[in-house]
């Protein structure tokens, strides 16, 4: 699995967990612990496999994540 996103707020996690879930895509949150992300200022990272990377970066372009 290879990282594609990673953010600090629990909001973008939220959403692009339930986008990812809507379009079947199997990923991985490290480091989620939403304790950690607010008290610590960690970042989550998105992590997916390497064949539905390009597919996960459009749909997070898409939704306003990553930049065009």
């Known amino acids: 699995m290879i990282e594609v996103y990673s953010t600090y707020n629990p909001g973008d996690i939220a959403v692009i967990k339930s986008v990812l879930d809507s379009e ?3 990923y991985y ?4 612990n939403s304790n950690m992300l607010v008290a610590a ?5 998105l992590l997916v496999q390497d064949d539905q990377a390009q597919r996960v970066r459009e749909i997070l ?3 306003g ?3 065009q």
């Open 24 to 26: 079947d895509i199997h």
């Open 29 to 32: 949150f490290q480091g989620e």
């Open 61 to 63: 372009r898409e939704a």
């Open 65 to 67: 994540f990553m930049e």
């Open 41 to 45: 200022g960690a970042y989550a990272r």
